[in-house]
């Protein structure tokens, strides 16, 4: 992964909520796991970029759902 200063959080959340998407449609046990897991990676440096610099501000707008 990039290093935190490189890190579209927002992005990234994004990305994340694709992984869980695709694992509740996941079609195997295994599928499902690797989709979680790999949300929770991209979860875990998001909450740790926003930690290291808690007064950034971020356009949240990539995270919203489209209609």
């Given at each position: 992964?990039?290093?935190?200063?490189?890190?579209?959080?927002?992005?990234?959340?994004?990305?994340?909520?694709?992984?869980?998407?695709?694992?509740?449609?996941?079609e195997?046990?295994?599928?499902?796991?690797?989709?979680?897991?790999?949300?929770?990676?991209?979860?875990?440096?998001?909450?740790?970029?926003?930690?290291?610099?808690?007064?950034?501000?971020?356009?949240?707008?990539?995270?919203?759902?489209?209609?």
């Open positions: 992964m990039a290093s935190n200063t490189d890190i579209d959080v927002p992005a990234v959340m994004r990305h994340a909520q694709d992984e869980v998407i695709l694992a509740l449609w996941a195997t046990d295994e599928a499902e796991a690797a989709h979680r897991a790999r949300a929770a990676a991209l979860m875990r440096e998001a909450v740790k970029v926003i930690s290291n610099d808690p007064r950034r501000i971020y356009d949240w707008s990539p995270v919203v759902p489209s209609d």
